[in-house]
């Protein structure tokens, strides 16, 4: 990998912390991290005066470009209102310079004021024209500003759900994801920025202009005045950013425990168990940590400003002295010198203003630009367009000898520094495939079961099978169709998800199940039905609102349902998706027996309508109806067959022994007989 100087230099160790205890405690380890992770992807590495010097042209014209898309009116708006302002300044101070000397002639002072009157008149003009050219780009400014983060954000967005499931666990996509999501909100700024840096910019010039002509030599003094103050801005903006990506995670830590603090989830634990004390002292401790970065932080910026500010005083006394000699010399005359001190005040002010707008929009551009490479990345990441069509008449879906591992973090400095322990000498759990040649067959129109105790490997499979996840190697074929080769946006059309985990969406209870189905209205008689087919119209009906209740506690009119309830409304919602294949992931853990109980008949009544059905499931006797039973031990297909073929003596004896350990539970704890009445006055009896 390649490791530039600067890299280097931010991974120093005087820059790596130990971290505090608290995110040893809760986190595992430090989250302020070496820029090293990093790598050379992020803009603090291109940080250097010419690079960026070099790039903000181009992040220049990607604000632009996006506040075209924005609203073109408004960026013209702003554009001409910039150029128009700078423009008059400068005719501005030509007129004052004929002010100067009409006033400053010989002859009767009469005579002087009414020969600068059509000057003095000029000024008034271009101050009028001035101001009302700054209101326009001010109000176009301010259109402009929040449309172009929408448009930023959109783009941001659109680009992060297309990426694969993959890139969203990975760590260092996340780490991006956070700094492009900030790079939006930069993009916003960024307009406003670019706006001061055209005025002061188009200020300078006509400043600059003037002084050039009064006197060739004073344009390098007033540049010089600047050089300190955009020294100190930039070495300020990169000392910013580079403690923004460095402490971007710990952040991001420290968000989580606030809001963990203040969601109904947690809430009645924290109550409960007296979690609310002990995570508001962490966040204290992660809170004091990062006060104690921003303190250091203050501090060199102002050592670097104090030095910025007596070289600029130099600079300014330098500039100053050589007008005096020129004046003392002869060579300028009292009225252009006079112009010539306004026209230093006036290109030195807009030459600061200047540097701070560039400033501005240089600590801008590094937020944009990693939401320009956000895009980058997300394109690399994106799940591929197009491929084969998915056979119509689909017969069968075949695991052919499939192995994959999830990906690992390989940022992780933590696992990086990590002691080899025992554990890692071996094969750690999170190192061993999750799947291990797996060879099985999925036939359509049946029900496919998959058990095996936990993490051995049932719900990755339906993941892969879903196309959430590619092989590492080996293949699923479609018909004899590699999965790879197939159009994605196609497969996902075939399934119906009813994950162990699927989403609650804070909606209300309509959307909660018609998003099942996003892609067209919400039709009520489908919906109805669903929700009988999952047995959640009994939910429904005892909701306050009906179908229209909020399912979110946290908002006016929020309701809280129970975890059994969610799940039914789940089942609703892939019954209303109505796919060819279905996947059920432990569909009943939170129902009641009764529930459940129905639940199964209406998932095997899906077998007769020809319905693909993948049922995950620890419930082993509600695979009895399944067409297929695969069981799988540490990721590994041990046994393959139904029922009945399972439990016989001659198979393998996994499912056997599994099932067995079920039904001992239910042999041990038998139903006692029905009480008779005599039983009771027996007892009422003995008590008396
Ligand atoms: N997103 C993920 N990233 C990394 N590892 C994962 C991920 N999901 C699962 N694993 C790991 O993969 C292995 C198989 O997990 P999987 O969820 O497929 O098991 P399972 O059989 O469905 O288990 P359970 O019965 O507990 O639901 C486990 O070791 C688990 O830790």
Redesign the pocket.
């Given at each position: 990998m390649k490791t530039s100087k600067r890299m280097r230099a931010a991974a120093a160790p005087g820059e790596k912390t130990e971290g505090s205890p608290s995110e040893k405690l809760l986190f595992g380890g430090p989250l302020v991290y070496s820029a090293r992770w990093n790598d050379y992807r992020y803009a603090y590495f291109e940080m250097t005066l010419w690079a960026m010097a070099l790039r903000l042209p181009r992040l220049v014209a990607f604000t632009v470009k996006l506040a075209w898309r924005a609203e073109r009116r408004a960026l013209w708006t702003v554009g001409l209102g910039e150029l128009i302002r700078g423009i008059s300044q400068a005719i501005g101070l030509i007129a004052i310079n004929a002010v100067l000397a009409a006033v400053l002639a010989a002859g009767a002072i009469g005579h002087r004021v009414q020969s600068a009157v059509p000057a003095m008149i000029g000024v008034a003009a271009t101050g009028i024209v001035g101001a009302l050219a700054n209101a326009a780009s001010t109000s176009g400014a301010g259109r402009l500003g929040p449309k172009v983060e929408r448009v930023a954000t959109e783009m941001y967005l659109s680009h992060v759900i297309k990426v694969e499931l993959a890139a969203v666990?990975d760590a260092a996509f996340q780490r991006l994801m956070d700094s492009a999501q900030y790079g939006a909100q930069a993009s916003r700024r960024m307009v406003s920025a670019c706006t001061g840096v055209i005025g002061s910019l188009v200020s300078f010039v006509a400043a600059a202009g003037v002084l050039t002509v009064l006197h060739p030599a004073l344009l390098p003094l007033l540049v010089l005045m600047t050089v300190p103050r955009s020294w100190a801005s930039l070495q300020n903006s990169r000392a910013k950013y580079g403690s923004y990506l460095r402490w971007m995670e710990h952040s991001r830590a420290g968000r989580l425990l606030s809001q963990n603090l203040t969601r109904t989830g947690p809430a009645p634990e924290i109550r409960v168990h007296g979690v609310g004390p002990f995570l508001l002292e962490h966040f204290r401790q992660m809170s004091q940590a990062s006060e104690i970065e921003q303190a250091r932080l203050a501090a060199d910026a102002a050592r670097v400003r104090l030095v910025a500010s007596a070289l600029t005083g130099l600079a300014a006394a330098l500039t100053y002295a050589a007008l005096a000699g020129l004046l003392v010399t002869g060579v300028m005359a009292l009225s252009v010198a006079g112009t010539a001190v306004l026209a230093v005040r006036t290109g030195g002010q807009s030459l600061s203003t200047l540097v701070l707008q560039v400033n501005n929009l240089y600590e801008e551009a590094c937020y944009v630009q990693d939401l320009e490479r956000l895009f980058v990345d997300a394109k690399q990441w994106a799940i591929p367009e197009g491929g084969q069509p998915v056979p119509k008449t689909l017969e069968l879906i075949r695991f052919d000898n499939v192995t994959f591992s999830?990906?690992?973090d390989n940022d992780d400095e933590r696992r990086q520094e990590a002691e080899p322990t025992a554990a890692s000498e071996g094969a750690p759990?999170?190192e061993?495939p999750?799947?291990k040649g797996v060879s099985l067959d999925i036939p359509v129109g049946k029900i496919v079961a998959?058990v095996?105790?936990?993490?051995?490997?049932?719900?990755?499979?339906?993941?892969l099978l879903a196309g959430l996840y590619q092989p590492d190697s080996g293949r699923i074929l479609w018909d004899g169709v590699a999965s790879s080769d197939l159009d994605r946006t196609e497969v996902f059309a075939q399934f119906a998800m009813v994950s162990?985990d699927f989403h609650r969406w804070p909606f209300t209870c309509r959307m909660n199940v018609a998003i099942g189905r996003p892609d067209r209205p919400a039709d009520q008689q489908v919906l109805e039905q669903a929700a009988a087919y999952a047995g959640a119209d009994s939910v429904v009906a005892e909701l306050p609102r009906g179908w229209d209740t909020l399912l979110n506690k946290g908002y006016r009119g929020g309701h809280q349902i129970s975890g059994g309830q969610w799940q039914r409304l789940g089942i609703a919602r892939a019954r209303y998706r109505s796919a060819p294949i279905l996947i059920v992931?432990?569909p009943t853990s939170a129902l009641d027996a009764r529930a459940e109980q129905d639940v199964f008949e209406q998932i095997r009544k899906l077998a007769d309508t020809g319905q693909t059905v993948v049922l995950?499931t620890?419930r082993l006797a509600s695979v009895k109806y399944a067409d297929l039973i695969h069981v799988?031990e540490h990721?590994e297909l041990r046994e393959s067959g139904t029922f009945e073929e399972l439990l016989a003596p001659t198979s393998a004896g996994v499912f056997r022994e599994l099932y067995e350990l079920q039904a001992r539970q239910y042999q041990d704890a038998p139903v006692p007989a029905p009480r008779r009445p005599a039983d009771d006055a027996v007892k009422n009896g003995g008590e008396r």
């Open positions: 666990e999830y990906p690992t759990e999170a061993r999750a799947l998959f095996g105790e936990n993490g051995s490997g049932k719900t990755t499979i339906s993941k162990q992931d432990e995950i620890h799988l990721g």
